[in-house]
């Protein structure tokens, strides 16, 4: 199943203008969420390669999945004086103090993945929760005893979790629980959850499935599962990344849903100069890019397509 969220209009007149730039060479900086999340590291990549093929530099810094973190890196930025910054991840709305800074330094933030607030100039929104949800609700037929492995401090989990708790208000014959895994460490402590989980429903009904927040920590349930002969148990999860989409066919995963974050990424690194050009007269906005469910009955296609 392929779906292909279409940009808005203005932005893409935006994308397809010549934009002035603030000067010939930019420095941008990124902050990355965390060195272990395969997905961000993708598009952090994308973003870098990007910025480079423009003749600019680009400044990483690791948050290591921590939001206070996250701040003192975009104030660290901010003393290096950097022409913008691209946070991955993070939930804008929690990260007030370092766009406060960067602010007082007319320096323009945009985040991948976070969310609008204040301060933010331009977001690529990655959740896209509900085309998962739904299609677990339909394979287990809204009933079942279900695990969710989530990570509140990420934005596009949060955006996640929220939709997992709305169906399961709304299906009085859902019986969940939710365990929040730790990162770095989201593959060893989602593997933790789940055989606590598997135990502590051990003559529950099903069917069974385990929503994950995205890939890595699915591969923490997923060997969990193994070490407690479980083939009885439905996993999803987000990203599409190499590890999951294998694991979708030899069906230890039953989907995983894939955000074109690298469409995302070019997108946030070419509106830049126009952001800088049109200073405080820069309407924010966001954007969602396009995305891809893989199961059973694409993922050969989805292999052949993207081979990487």
């Not at 991840?89 to 320096?107: E, P, R, W």
Request: a negative charge.
């Amino acid at each position: 199943m392929q779906h292909f969220l279409k940009l808005g209009a203005a932005l893409i007149a935006l994308a397809l203008a010549s934009p002035v730039s603030a000067k010939d060479a930019l420095t941008i900086g990124i902050v990355t969420f965390s060195t272990s999340d395969v997905d961000t590291n993708q598009m952090v990549e994308t973003m870098k390669g990007e910025i480079e093929s423009k003749g600019w530099t680009a400044e990483t810094l690791n948050a290591n999945g921590d939001p206070s973190q996250a701040i003192t890196v975009i104030k660290q930025l901010v003393t290096k004086k950097v022409d913008a910054i691209i946070v991955t991840v993070f939930d804008s709305t929690g990260l007030a103090a370092g766009l406060q800074a960067a602010g007082d330094a007319n320096i323009p933030v945009l985040s991948a993945g976070g969310g609008m607030a204040p301060g933010i100039a331009l977001s690529a929104s990655t959740g896209a929760a509900k085309p998962l949800v739904d299609l677990m609700l339909k394979n287990i037929n809204n009933a079942g005893t279900l695990l969710d492995l989530s990570y509140h401090p990420g934005i596009p989990c949060r955006e996640r979790a929220d939709a997992f708790d709305a169906a399961v208000a709304a299906n009085a014959n859902l019986k969940a629980t939710t365990q929040e895994i730790t990162i770095p460490g989201a593959a060893e402590s989602s593997q933790k959850a789940t055989n606590a989980w598997l135990s502590a429903n051990a003559d529950s009904k099903g069917p069974f499935a385990i929503f994950n927040c995205y890939d890595d920590n699915a591969m923490g349930a997923i060997a969990a599962l193994r070490q407690n002969d479980r083939t009885d148990v439905q996993v999803y999860s987000f990203n599409a990344t190499a590890p999951a989409v294998q694991a979708v066919k030899d069906g230890t995963m039953t989907a995983t849903l894939g955000v074109d974050l690298t469409s995302a990424g070019k997108m946030l690194v070419d509106q830049i100069p126009d952001i800088l050009a049109a200073g405080k007269d820069w309407t924010p906005k966001s954007f969602i890019p396009g995305y891809t469910i893989v199961t059973k009955d694409n993922v050969d296609e989805f292999m052949k397509n993207n081979p990487q």
